[in-house]
C-alpha cells in the first residue's frame, strides 16, 4: 500500500510484530448491554477480502522500515495527484531496520509506543522439514519442506482460501508464458512490452543488417555474427578443410599485417577478432554461385553449447526474444517483431522452456508470426521438435484447438502424420488442452478441418467385389454377406453420425497380387496348383482340402472326407484370392509411402491359416484360407519389386485361432536369410521379421474339445515368434495357466482327426444352456474370458512388440474371439456347444488402440487385414452378442 500503510501478508513475511491500539470504549461491565450484531467480530475464515482490507485501511503503522537495498519513501502531491514511489539505493549507514536490532533506536522512535515489543526481529525460521522413512536397502531419505513460513497462513496449500481460490477460478493466475515472464534483459522487455521502436534501436545497435556494399554512411565496415559456423564443404568445395582460414581470420583482418586490429584515430577497431566480414562474404559466394547464403548464418541454429549471436541470447527464464514476440497476446505485435527479429538473425530453431517459438505461436494463435516463422530458409523449422515430449508445431496448435494455426503450418508444408514420444498422432491431440466446456465443439470443427486439409490423416478402406465370386456350399459361416455385412455398418454409422464420412477414404483401385507377389511366401507347386483349379473347376465347388491331400500323394483312406471340408475353391475363388492378397500390397505401399496414415483391408477368404504349401504339417486343413494376405504384404515391404519398403516389419495376429501358417512362412523365410549371401542378395536380415499371435488352444484331454489347430503352443524366439496360448472358458486356467495343451512344440493332439467346424451349424441346440454352463465355468475358472486374454494381450504381446520397433505393422485382425461368435464355440460329446471366449466391442478396440500405440512409440505405419470373424447363428438370442 502506499505511504506508511502496509498489508498484513507483507509484514508476516518481514516478522514485524503488529499491535493495534483500539479507539474503542472498553468493553462494558458485566450485566450491560449486549454488542449489536454489527459490532461482533467475526471469525478470520468467515471476514470477507473487503473486510480484511478495510481493517487494513484502518490500521496506522507509522514510517515504513527500510527494507534490503532499497528505502520505499511516499510523497502526496498537494494536488491531490497519486502518491508516488521512489526507490533508492541504501546508504552505508545502515537501514533503520539494521539500526533497530543493533540498539541504535529507543523505545521513543518514530515506529511509536504501541510497536516497542516488535523492535528485535529475528530472522525467520528455515522452513520445517519432514524426514520420510529410509527407502530399502538404500539408507536414504526425503526431506521435503511442509510449506513456506513467508506465505500468510490463508493463502498455503490446502486452506479455505486456497481451496475456494481453486473452485472458483477468481484469483488463479494466467499461464506462464514466454511473453508473461518478467525480464531485466533490455531486448526481452521491449518485446514483451511490445515496444516495436524500442526493439528496432536495439537490434540497429547490437544486430545490425549489413548494407548492399558492405559499409555504412561513414566508409566502415559491416559485421555480423557468424553463428552457426558454416560447413566447410559449403565454402570452399568437398576436401578443403586445410585452405579454410579460422573464422576470426576471415574478412578484412585476414588481409591486414601487423596492428590490424589496432585502433584507429577515432577509437574504434575496424575489424573485431571473431566477426566476418560480410563484404568480403560476399565475394567468396560469387565464387561458388551454386551455393546459396542462409538466413541463419548471423545466429544460431539451437543446438546447446554453440555461440549464439546477440538476438538469440536467453534471458534468465530461458527464453530468447523471438520466443517471447511469438508468445505475445496481441497478434498484430507477435507477426511485426517476429518479422523484425528474423530479419535480424533471429533462429525459430532455438529453444526456449523446451519449445520452438513456433510452438509458443501456435499455442498462443499467432497465426501471422507462425507463417512468417514457418517460411524461414525454406521451411526448415516447421516440423521442429519439442525437447520432452517430441511434439511439432501442428500438434501443439492442434491441441491448443487453433484452427488457422493448423491450416497455415499444413500449407508451408508440416508433416500430419508425425508423432511425438509416445507415439500419439495429431489426431489423438486435437483439443486436449482445451476448456472442458469447449472441447467437444473444437475437436469436431478442426478433425474435420485437418482430415479435409490433409487426406492422408484418412484411415484408407479397401474392399473389391472380386471377394464376393469365392463362394462354398450354404450354409457356411465364411461366407460373402461378411463383407457386405461389414459395409453396411460403416455405411449406417456415417448415416447416423457416428462415424464421419470424412474419416475414411474407401477405395476399390487397386490390383491383384502378382505371382512375384506369391512366391515369396508360397511354393512353386502350390501355386501352379491352385491356378490350374481356378481354371478347371466348374460352378459347384470343390472341397479343396482332400483334393490337395490327394494331389500331394495322400492315401485316400487319410484323406479328409469330402463332407468334412471347410475350405472349398469355386470359380471365382482364385480372382478373391488373388485381389484379397492385392489388396494388402497397395495398403502396405500407401501406408509406407505416406499416402495414408492407416488402412483396414476388408477382404475374403481370410489366409493366416495358409502355409507355405497350404495346410501346414499336422492340420487337417488349410481353415478357410487359400494365400496367405498378411504374409504377402509383409514380404512385399522387405523385399520389394522395386526395393525394399522398410526395413523392419512385424505381424501380430490376434484371431482366436493360432496363425499358424503365418508362423510356418515366417520361420521359412528366417532359415533362408541366414543361409550365406542371402542377406547381400536381398538386404534384408532374419532379424526384420516379427510375428506373435494370441489365440486360445486346447487340445482336448481336459474337455473333449479339440480347438482348431492345435498349435501355437510356445514361443520360437530364435526365429522372432511368439505364441501367447489362452486358456478356453470350459477349462479356465487348465494346467499352469497356459490352457490344456500339449508340452510338444508341434500340434496339440496325438493325431490328427476329422475338423468339427461344420457341426457349429447343425446341431440345432439352443444357446441357453451353453449360457448357463458359459456362466458356471467363468465362475469356477476366473483365468478364463476377456480379462485373462486383455491381461496377456499387455504382458505378453506389447512388450517385445515394442523392444522390436518396426517400421511397418500389419495385423492379422480376426474377429471370431467375440462374445457368441461361432468361432470361438466347441462341441463337447455331448453336442452341447460351449463359449470359449467372450470378447466385447471395447476390447477389440482397445486391442487396435494398444499396438498402434506400440507401432507408433517408433513411428511404425500400421495396415490391419480382416481374418475371421462370422457372427452368431440366426436361431440363437442376440444378447450379449458382440
Known sequence: APGSRLDRPEMKRRGVKVETESSEPAPAASGAAAPSPDDVPLPKRMRTQSQKLSELDDLDLGPVPAVEAATVQAEAPSDGAQPTLDTAPRGTEGTETERMGSGELSSKS???????????????????????????????????????????????????????????????????????????????????????????????????????????????????????????????GPGSASREPPYDQVGDAADAGPGANEATEDGENPVRPGIQN???????????????????????????????????????????????????????????????????????????????????????????????????????????????????????????????????????????????????????????????????????AVRLALLNAAPQLRVLLLHHEDCGRHISFKPHQESPERISAILAFIAKGATIGSLSAEE????????????????????????????????QVANTPVAFTPYYQGFKGLPQAKQKKAEFSDTFFSPGTMAAALRAAGGVVHAVESVLKGHSRTAFVCVRPPGHHAGVDGATAGAPSSGFSIVN?????????????????????????????????????????????????????????DSDLFF??????????????????????????????????????????????????????????????????????????????????????????????????????????????????????IISAGFDAANHDVGNMGVDKTGKRLAGINLQPDDYEEMTACLCGAAGSSNARVVSVLEGGYGYLTGDPKEGAA
Open 692 to 809: 506373435a499371435s494370441i489365440h486360445l488352444a486346447d487340445d482336448g484331454a481336459a474337455s473333449s474339445i479339440e480347438f482348431y489347430p492345435g498349435t501355437g503352443t510356445r514361443d520360437d524366439l530364435h526365429h522372432n515368434i511368439v505364441n501367447v496360448c489362452v486358456p478356453p472358458m470350459w477349462i479356465g486356467a487348465g494346467a499352469g495357466g497356459r490352457g490344456s495343451v500339449s508340452a510338444s512344440g508341434g500340434r496339440a493332439r496325438s493325431a490328427p482327426k476329422k475338423n468339427r467346424d461344420d457341426e457349429l451349424d447343425g446341431s440345432g441346440k439352443s444357446l441357453t444352456s451353453a449360457k448357463v454352463a458359459e456362466a458356471a465355468v467363468a465362475a469356477a475358472n476366473p483365468h478364463g474370458g476377456r480379462g485373462e486374454w486383455m491381461k496377456r494381450l499387455r504382458e505378453r504381446v506389447l512388450p517385445p512388440l515394442r523392444a522390436f520397433k518396426p517400421d511397418l505393422l
Open 110 to 236: 518514530d515506529l511509536g509506543a504501541h510497536r516497542e515489543g516488535a523492535l528485535e526481529m529475528p530472522p525467520p525460521a528455515p522452513p520445517a522439514a519432514r524426514q520420510m522413512p529410509s527407502l530399502p536397502r538404500l539408507g536414504l531419505h526425503i526431506n521435503i519442506p511442509q510449506s513456506n513460513p513467508g506465505t500468510p497462513s490463508e493463502d498455503r496449500p490446502g486452506s479455505a482460501r486456497s481451496l475456494e481460490s481453486h473452485e472458483t477460478g477468481n484469483d488463479q493466475m494466467p499461464p506462464v508464458t514466454p511473453a508473461t515472464a518478467i525480464s531485466v534483459l533490455p531486448l526481452h522487455a521491449a518485446v514483451a512490452a511490445g515496444k516495436v521502436e524500442e526493439v528496432q534501436m536495439w537490434l540497429d545497435v547490437h544486430a545490425p543488417l549489413p548494407s548492399e556494399e558492405g559499409l555504412d554512411r561513414e566508409g566502415k565496415s559491416v559485421s555480423t555474427p557468424q553463428w552457426p559456423p558454416r560447413p566447410v564443404s559449403d565454402i570452399l
Open 278 to 444: 560480410k563484404h568480403r562474404f560476399a565475394g567468396e559466394l560469387a565464387r561458388f554461385p551454386s551455393i546459396p547464403k542462409r538466413d541463419s548464418d548471423r545466429s544460431s541454429a539451437g543446438v546447446d553449447g554453440v555461440k549464439r549471436g546477440p538476438v538469440d541470447t536467453r534471458n534468465e527464464h530461458g527464453n530468447t526474444a523471438l520466443a517471447v514476440a511469438a508468445a505475445l497476446a496481441d497478434p498484430a505485435v507477435a507477426a511485426e517483431l517476429t518479422t523484425l527479429l528474423l530479419e535480424h538473425g533471429a533462429s525459430p530453431l532455438v529453444l526456449s522452456s523446451n519449445l520452438t517459438p513456433l510452438h509458443w505461436a501456435a499455442q498462443q494463435g499467432n497465426w501471422a508470426a507462425l507463417t512468417t516463422m514457418a517460411k524461414w530458409e525454406g521451411g526448415r523449422a516447421v516440423d521442429a521438435r519439442a525437447a520432452e515430449t517430441g511434439e511439432t508445431p501442428l500438434m501443439a496448435a492442434a491441441s491448443a484447438g487453433q484452427l488457422d494455426c493448423c491450416l497455415s503450418l499444413l500449407t508451408a508444408g508440416a508433416d500430419p502424420l508425425a508423432v511425438n514420444v509416445d507415439g500419439v498422432g495429431i489426431l489423438a491431440l486435437v483439443a486436449s488442452k482445451v476448456s472442458q466446456g469447449k472441447r467437444s465443439k473444437v475437436r469436431a
Open 629 to 685: 494376405n498378411a504374409m504377402i504384404g509383409a514380404l512385399h515391404a522387405l523385399e520389394g519389386n522395386h526395393g525394399r519398403l522398410c526395413k523392419r516389419v512385424a505381424v501380430v495376429d490376434f484371431d482366436v485361432h493360432h496363425g499358424n501358417g503365418t508362423e510356418e512362412i515366417a520361420r521359412a523365410w528366417h532359415a533362408k536369410h541366414r543361409k550365406a549371401g542371402a542377406r547381400a542378395a536381398s538386404g534384408a536380415d
Open 504 to 535: 475414411l477414404l474407401v477405395s476399390t483401385e487397386f490390383d491383384q497380387a502378382s505371382k512375384e507377389h506369391l512366391i515369396r511366401c508360397h511354393s512353386e507347386e502350390y501355386i501352379s496348383v491352385i491356378t490350374q483349379l481356378g481354371e
